[in-house]
């Protein structure tokens, strides 16, 4: 049996794993796509599922409200019958993935974005060193579509906002105060030559 050893980066081959080691030794530059239209659309087929097994149940309700009003009011007598067992079940377990993938969206979207001259490092290096070929290789490339866009973005911010960094020194309050406002003035240093 090979134990696994951490390899240097310089000996990593290209394509994901060198990308990988470049990711994680400059941590501004773990840079992923938060696919929010993917995830939207994701919650919305839950969505639809769950208001379908809502309908079923509540059209349940009425006909055993006219035929055994004693099931409405007891899971075993209610639970009795197989086939609503079953949608019970399945309607728990659609609303727990439901709600599941609502709470990782909310903290996907909570992501900080990353600053653009890391993306634009990022997408340098990709292009000169590890070689992906696949169909996530233009990933840094994408944007969310015109119609998403506040008008007054520019288009820096424009290309990172699909985009979510893991480094969260990136986007802390102190950092984008001292990008966006007089303080990184006040906070500049001289150089000592």
Known sequence: MVTPSVL??????????????????????????????????????????????EAQLQQVDRDLDDTEPDALKSWNKFSAEKTREILVHKLRSTLADYNSAMLQYDQILNLGSPRYEHVQGLKEWIGVTSHISDLSAGYLERQITQGDLPASMSRSEENVMDLATLNRDADSLFARLMRKSFLRYVFMVRAPW
């Open 8 to 53: 240097p980066f310089e000996n990593l081959p290209a394509g994901y794993p060198k990308l990988a080691g470049f990711m994680s030794k400059a941590k501004e530059h773990a840079i992923f796509r938060k696919f929010q239209s993917l995830n939207a659309r994701n919650l919305l087929y839950y969505q639809s599922e769950l208001t379908d097994l």
